[in-house]
């Protein structure tokens, strides 16, 4: 069963997608979308829902040990495609999805790969927190369990009580660690599901609108905590706030109607736009 905030933002790129396949011809990118020694390549990524085309001919690099967001209007297909990076969009019936996505060099789409350890290193935050029905400490020791990632007690404790500090709340926490993950505050329990992911050793953490649930003090928290992790992963974030772009991401990726249309520097991306839909966007003038 998907998460509550995939089920949602499937819908809304599915939606919205429907105009990306009458928009016309392709808009070609501009800007940077290639890096040097990326973690992730993606070259030619298409995405179609039935009949639909969401996500047009896509080509970027995901950097390492660096935040790049993704804006753009609603249902613009950037939350399908960074469901493309784990596959998550096998879920969705009628989703085809075309292209190379590499990991490390590793096509993720070969007939050989398992999806489940690929999930583990390519993990998900979704937009609202979504904790298991279980324990503070059972939500982060899930994935290290079916992982296999522990031996013993001993073990599978360290990881949850590392995994709750590189997610800020291993304080608030550690003295009800037998307290029902539902029982935090919607800001804690986002921490938790960043914990859950990291228990189990990403490589790239994909956040899809983490923080469009929360109020401004625990948005705080979770950009303070985004800017901690990049040096240890590589980050995709999708956000509709400009401003939070701006204040986490080391690059920006600007989607229109399927198409992306730039990537660059962050702070070049919002003050010296390339191409003019990003401009308008960036502006004001639609979106």
């Known amino acids: 069963m998907k998460p509550a905030g995939e089920v949602a933002t499937a819908r809304e790129d599915r939606s919205t997608a429907s105009d990306a396949s009458g928009a016309g011809r392709k808009e070609s990118t501009v800007g940077q979308p290639f890096v040097g020694n990326p973690r992730m390549t993606c070259r030619g990524v298409n995405v179609y829902y039935s009949q639909t085309h969401a996500v047009r001919d896509v080509s970027l690099d995901i950097g390492r040990n660096q935040v790049i967001a993704m804006i753009g209007p609603s249902g613009c297909g950037k939350s399908t495609f960074i469901r493309c990076f784990n596959r998550m969009n096998d879920t969705i019936e009628g989703c085809r999805v075309s292209g190379k996505i590499l990991l490390d060099g590793q096509d993720i789409y070969a007939r050989n790969v398992d999806v489940v350890p690929l999930r583990a290193q390519v993990g998900m935050v979704f937009q609202k927190p979504n904790p298991f029905p279980k324990s503070i400490y059972d939500n982060v020791a ?3 369990k ?3 990632l522990a031996r013993t007690r001993s073990e599978l404790d360290e990881i949850v009580e590392t995994s709750l500090r590189k997610a800020g709340l291993w304080e608030e926490v550690k003295d009800q660690l037998s307290h029902p993950g539902t029982s935090l505050s919607g800001g804690q329990q986002q921490r938790l599901c960043i914990a859950r992911t990291i228990a189990v050793g990403p490589e790239v953490i994909l956040m ?7 109020d401004p003090i625990a948005t705080g928290k979770i950009e303070e905590l985004i800017d901690d992790l990049r040096r240890q992963y590589s980050i995709v974030i999708v956000t509709h706030s400009m401003q939070q772009a701006a204040r986490v991401s080391q ?3 600007y989607f229109h109607l399927g198409d992306l249309i730039e990537v660059g520097h962050t702070e070049q991306v919002f003050t010296a ?4 839909l990003t401009q308008d966007y960036i502006t004001g003038r639609f979106g």
Not at 273 to 276: A, D, E, I
Request: charged fraction near 25%; hydrophobic fraction near 20%; proline fraction near 15%.
């Open 146 to 148: 079916i992982h296999g």
């Open 208 to 214: 899809d609108e983490p923080c469009s649930a929360l």
């Open 273 to 276: 736009p390339r191409h003019k």
């Open 142 to 144: 899930y994935g290290p």
């Open 251 to 253: 690059r920006t990726a």
